[in-house]
Nanobody, 122 residues
């Protein structure tokens, strides 16, 4: 069982930056690939980024590539999402999730956090 708690969301102007954190409970954090997803009102949950168990492999959606960076600290049981050059269309609730492999499909993730709101004003 893994419990995930996101933090770091908030209101930011377009062009600004935010850093999201996701703290995991338990001693099995390093066994999981960690993903970030987001969901805007009226839209489906979409993939943002994923990082492998060791942190050596990362993937990003085309919409955030070059602006967002995913990282993890297995000693702190925490995964991060550094978001730069934020755009209005990045506004959403951001979720972290733990899964057995790097994947774009949210259905393949086993554990989810409660989400943190990111609002980008234009």
């Amino acid at each position: 069982q893994v419990q995930l708690v996101e933090s770091g969301g908030g209101l930011v102007q377009a062009g600004g930056s935010l850093r999201l954190s996701c703290a995991a409970s338990g001693r099995t954090f390093r066994r999981y690939a960690m993903g970030w997803f987001r969901q805007a009102p009226g839209k489906e949950r979409e993939f943002v980024a994923v990082i492998s168990q060791s942190g050596g492999i990362t993937y990003y959606s085309d919409s955030v590539k070059g602006r967002f960076t995913i990282s993890r600290d297995n000693a702190k049981n925490t995964v991060y999402l550094q978001m730069n050059s934020l755009k209005f269309e990045d506004t959403a609730v951001y979720y972290c999730a733990a899964g057995s492999r790097n994947d774009y499909d949210p259905a393949l993730y086993d554990y989810w956090g409660q989400g943190t709101q990111v609002t980008v004003s234009s």
